[in-house]
């Protein structure tokens, strides 16, 4: 399968523990972006990144949310002292500079109790 | 702020009944208008658009975009219950903020037998 793939499919943390998610986007893919879902929204994006350079950051991501790309391949995306209102589902996006459709990996779920 | 718009956000038909969804923005330096269909796992590319009054077309699915008065529709013509899904719109943006995706909250059709 030579999609965008996320690891993992489902996390359940318990609130304030921090959590990591990975991922890995169409090799050839430059650009990367982290998007959150939550029922009945459609994706609101977070962050993204062409290579290794994070080039922009949603205004309303807090603080406690952080991602890298640190070799231009793959990313992850960290959040710490996880709040019940994390509770979503965090998808990976990939596509080539200059292009305009992004190719959707099939997300990680978060459930934070 | 850019914003979309679709409606309707729920549609019941029939097999065999022909739909169509629409989609409203308004968004600073517009790029593109992007068609994706979701069903449980991650947004799947339909169409990309750019120019008004093209219609792309890809089996029983169609989209055309209208820059003027800033709407798209999708149209799927003899459904079949494998559309059952959540149908998202997004734009694309050029200048500050460019390259991510604003979505629409999706319609989400439903058809039955």
């Known amino acids: 399968d030579t999609g965008v793939s996320q690891d993992p499919r489902h996390k359940i943390t318990k609130r304030g523990q921090n959590v990591t998610f990975r991922c890995d986007p169409i090799s050839e893919h430059n650009r990367l972006y982290w998007y959150r879902q939550t029922l009945g929204q459609g994706p609101e994006f977070l962050t993204y990144f062409q290579n290794e350079a994070q080039l922009e950051k949603s205004r309303l991501l807090s603080d406690r949310f952080s991602a890298e790309r640190p070799k231009g391949s793959f990313s992850t995306l960290e959040i710490q002292r996880t709040e019940q209102g994390d509770s979503a589902m965090y998808l990976c996006a990939s596509c080539l500079a200059g292009a305009y459709e992004q190719y959707f990996g099939p997300g990680t779920r978060l459930t934070v109790t | 702020e850019d914003k979309v718009v679709q409606s309707p956000l729920s549609l019941v038909v029939h097999e065999g009944d022909t739909v169509t969804l629409n989609c409203s923005y308004e968004v600073t330096n517009f790029r593109s208008l992007l068609w994706y269909k979701q069903e449980k796992k991650a947004p799947t590319f339909l169409f990309m658009l750019t120019s008004s009054g093209i219609e792309k077309k890809s089996g029983r699915l169609s989209s055309i975009l209208d820059k003027k008065e800033l709407f798209s529709i999708l149209n799927i013509t003899a459904t079949q219950t494998g559309d059952s899904a959540i149908y998202l719109c997004?734009?694309?943006?050029?200048?500050?903020?460019?390259?991510?995706?604003?979505f629409g909250k999706g319609t989400k059709l439903s058809v039955i037998p």
């Open positions: 997004a734009v694309e943006a050029s200048g500050a903020g460019s390259y991510q995706l604003t």
